[in-house]
């Protein structure tokens, strides 16, 4: 029974961060030259660069044995893969991506009924298409092969369904959002053959494993400080954790050691007040898996 678990990389706006992901997960991916076949520092693993808009094509037929690419363009080819896990990263960010629909900011156009007999452009035609149809509104969808924001402004098209992370390219065009279709992540896919095979399962499922507790390790860190014993249950109730702090006592003193791990994002408001309670050689350090 093949062994080798043939793993399709995202080529284009998933690339960069697919590739840190799996390097911070433990594999290194090596892009050289023009090849589409990059080197990894696995041998039971193959990679192939493939677009994420044919990604689940590929997983579906069996091409690939599983791969990475958008909720969206699985949902445009509503593709018969097993989903092996939600990885929560866009492009730029670590949250997910949102197809919307947008039109100029002075259009008249303010709700999807407004839309009958408009005009949209996109890249997602059969999701809008259905997206539509489900509603009973009647608009033209026509392809887009990219820059869909210009659409608008040169007059091509009354709206867009279009993919936006940061808003940056709708506000550059002037646009205005009028409704949600869709929010995006990337997306751990297996062929439904490649799943029942032993090797290439346990495989996958230990890629999808280690990009998971990657991903949760960069919204966390590690926290570390030296607490007086007369100030420790203070220390401690100003301290989010993910089970309990863990405490050890200082060789030779009545001062403890207390480590934590807590969220990114609450420790520039911690540390000061931990130091006004009275800790001391406060160090702060990045994780690189949490399981
Ligand atoms: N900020 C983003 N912009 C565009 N696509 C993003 C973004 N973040 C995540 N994605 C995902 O990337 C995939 C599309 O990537 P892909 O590179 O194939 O298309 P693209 O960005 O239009 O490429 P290009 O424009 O370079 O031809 C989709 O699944 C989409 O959800
Ligand atoms: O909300 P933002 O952070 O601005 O990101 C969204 C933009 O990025 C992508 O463009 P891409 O670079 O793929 O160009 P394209 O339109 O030519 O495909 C996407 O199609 C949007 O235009
Ligand atoms: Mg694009």
Redesign the pocket.
Known sequence: MEKILKLGIPKG?LQNATINLFKRSGWKINIEGRSYFPDINDDTIECALCRAQEMSINVESGVIDAGLTGLDWIAEHESDVHVVADLIYSK?SARPARWVIAVANDSSIKTLEDLAGKTISTELVKFTKRFFRDRNIDVNVKFSW????AKIVSGLADAIV?????????RAHNLRVIHEVMETNTQLIANKTAWENPAKREKIEQIAMLLQAALVADKLVGIKMNVPENKIARIVSLLPSLNAPTIATLYQSDWFSVESIIDTGLVRDLIPKLLKEGAEGIIEYSLNKVL
Not at 146 to 149: D, F, N, R
């Open positions: 706006s730029v990219g820059a869909t924001e279009e993919i936006t992370e940061t808003e940056s390219t709708i």
